[in-house]
Nanobody
Framework: QVQLVESGGGLVQPGGSLRLSCAFS????????MGWYRQAPGNQRELVAD???????NYADSVKGRFTISRDNAKFAVYLQMNSLKPEDTAVYYC????????????WGQGTQVTVSS
């Protein structure tokens, strides 16, 4: 069984930065695709960024050039560096781990709140 624990959320002013971390507990981390999603009040959960087991990254258009996803296979962790934050980035951010060819291997963290406000 996989467990994901996010950390690093908080309150930041517009233009500021935060780094989210996701700790993966379980086995075979290196074969999982990892992603960050977010959900703002009244909105559906949306993909922010993901990274494949081989390190290929993908970003939502709204965060390209501002956010960077990375993974450390030795530490079983994935990160989201968020720069130039905007009020519209305010949301609960969730970590996801999945094996693309096996639907039953799809896990979520509990989420961490990011609030961008002056």
């Amino acid at each position: 069984q996989v467990q994901l624990v996010e950390s690093g959320g908080g309150l930041v002013q517009p233009g500021g930065s935060l780094r989210l971390s996701c700790a993966f507990s379980g086995s075979a981390f290196n074969i999982y695709a990892m992603g960050w999603y977010r959900q703002a009040p009244g909105n559906q959960r949306e993909l922010v960024a993901d990274i494949t087991s081989s390190g290929t990254t993908n970003y939502a258009d709204s965060v390209k050039g501002r956010f960077t996803i990375s993974r450390d296979n030795a530490k079983f962790a994935v990160y989201l560096q968020m720069n130039s934050l905007k009020p519209e980035d305010t949301a609960v951010y969730y970590c996801n781990a999945k094996i693309p060819w096996a639907d039953e291997y799809d896990f979520w963290g509990q989420g961490t709140q990011v609030t961008v406000s002056s």
